[in-house]
């Protein structure tokens, strides 16, 4: 579904994973994201959703590509 645009905003994309309905004849779900054999809902908090979105923020910019002190990890 975002995959093809249909989500714009961020925290539409993580109500769209925490409410997801499970998909009972999905064999392919990794084992860790079943509860018996079904999948699971993420069933975050509102504040975990705000939490996840602002960590999500920090991980955008351009400084690691533009910074000399980023060039080189040796």
Same mark, same amino acid.
């Given at each position: 579904?975002?995959? !093809? ?6 925290? !539409? ?8 309905? $499970?998909? /009972?004849?999905?064999? !392919? ?26 960590? /999500?923020? !920090? ?13 080189? $990890?040796?």
């Amino acid at each position: 579904m975002m995959h !093809t645009g249909d989500f714009i905003e961020f925290q !539409t994309v993580i109500e769209h994973y925490n409410e997801v309905i $499970p998909d /009972v004849n999905n064999n !392919t779900l990794d084992l860790r994201l079943r509860r018996g054999n079904n999948g699971i809902q993420l069933e975050l908090s509102a504040n975990e959703r705000a939490a996840l979105e602002a960590f /999500v923020k !920090t991980l955008t910019g351009s400084t690691v590509y533009t910074d000399e002190r980023w060039s080189s $990890p040796f």
